[in-house]
C-alpha cells in the first residue's frame, strides 16, 4: 500500500489510477490520510467489489450464516455425497442408451 500526496495524485490521476490495479494507493492531505483509491485489474474485480459492498449482499450473508449456526446448513460432505451420487446415475442412464 503507498501513500501518495493528494497534489500529486490529482496531477497524475490517470497513471496513479493503473498503480491502483495492482496495490491500493493511501491519499494524503497534509501528511494525513484521507481516502484510498483502488483501482481494478478487470471486470471480476469490479464485480467482487460491488457484490462485497452491497448491503442486500451483506444482508443475505449474514442471515445464511445465522442459519448455518443454528444448524440448518448443508455439510460439504452432503455436497460432495449428492455430487457423486448423481456422476454415477448420470453415467448409468448413458450406459443404459448405448
Known amino acids: 500500500m503507498r ?18 490495479g495492482k496495490e491500493q494507493i493511501v491519499i494524503t492531505k497534509h501528511g494525513r490520510p484521507a481516502g484510498v483509491l483502488l483501482g481494478f485489474k478487470d471486470e471480476d474485480d469490479w464485480f467482487e467489489y460491488r457484490l462485497e459492498n452491497d448491503p442486500r449482499f451483506q444482508r443475505k450473508m449474514l442471515c445464511a450464516r445465522a442459519s448455518i449456526r443454528k444448524g440448518n446448513g448443508v455439510s460439504w460432505e452432503s455436497i460432495k ?16 442408451r448405448r
Open 3 to 20: 501513500k501518495i500526496a493528494f497534489a500529486e495524485v490529482k496531477d497524475h490521476l490517470s497513471m496513479y489510477l493503473v498503480e491502483a
Open 81 to 96: 455425497n449428492e455430487d457423486a451420487r448423481r456422476s454415477t446415475a448420470s453415467t448409468v442412464r448413458a450406459d443404459a
